[in-house]
Structure formats: C-alpha cells, structure tokens
C-alpha cells in the first residue's frame, strides 16, 4: 500500500498567469511560477496549475487539456475550506468573482457551501463544515 503523505490535485488551464490571479482572490499564493506552470499554497493545501500541452515521454498518450469553459457537467471539483462560506463568497463577488449561486445549507446539513467556476471552467465549491 502506498503511504501518501498529501494529495494536491493539478488542474490544467489556457492561461497560467490569468489562474494565478483568480486563485488569489481564494487566498492561493504562488510557490513557484513559470509560463505554463504554477504550484500554489493555501494553509496546507496545494494546488498545481499547468498549460494544456502535448504528452511528454515520461507520460506517453496523455494529454494535458483544459476543459470546455461552456460545459454543463465536470468530471472533478476542487473544494475551498473556509472558516465563514457566507463571508468568504461576500468578499469573492466584491473582488469581482461570480457565484453560481448564494451559499446554502444543503438538505443533510452540516456544512454551507456555494458554487462558482474558475476562469477554465473548472469547479470550485467554497465550503464551511460544521464542527
């Protein structure tokens, strides 16, 4: 059995530095940054940002793409921990982010949670979870 110790998803986008300035306004700070390649913090968490690209050979037949911005479903989401969802979200549309929708408690509870979509396309749940 593998012993991991952390996971830190890569998400692929069009544009490096355009990602880098919305993942800002989520509290990520860029650790390392180069043209088509961001590795960024945020408390414990990582997350890698990479430029969509041909496959190299130590990943042969595999492809970095960027998803389809327009698309009604994704095959993965991150989540944002927060220590307030209702703030948080209030200070993500002030900063200019649209949600796609207002921050709920869904039906089972115990967390609030909202929606939006990075300049990609990609999913982002910004979530509280109750104690």
Known sequence: MVQASGVAPLMVVRDVARSVEFYRRLGFRPAVEWSGYAKLANGTGILHLAAAGD?????????????DDTASAVVAAIVVQVADCR????????????LLGEPVEPEWGGEIRAFLRDPDGHLVEINEAFA
Do not use: I, T, Y
Request: charge should be positive.
């Open 87 to 98: 703030r948080a979200c209030a200070d993500l549309v002030a900063a200019g982010v649209e």
């Open 55 to 67: 496959p190299p050979p130590d990943r042969p037949k595999v492809a970095l793409r960027a998803p």
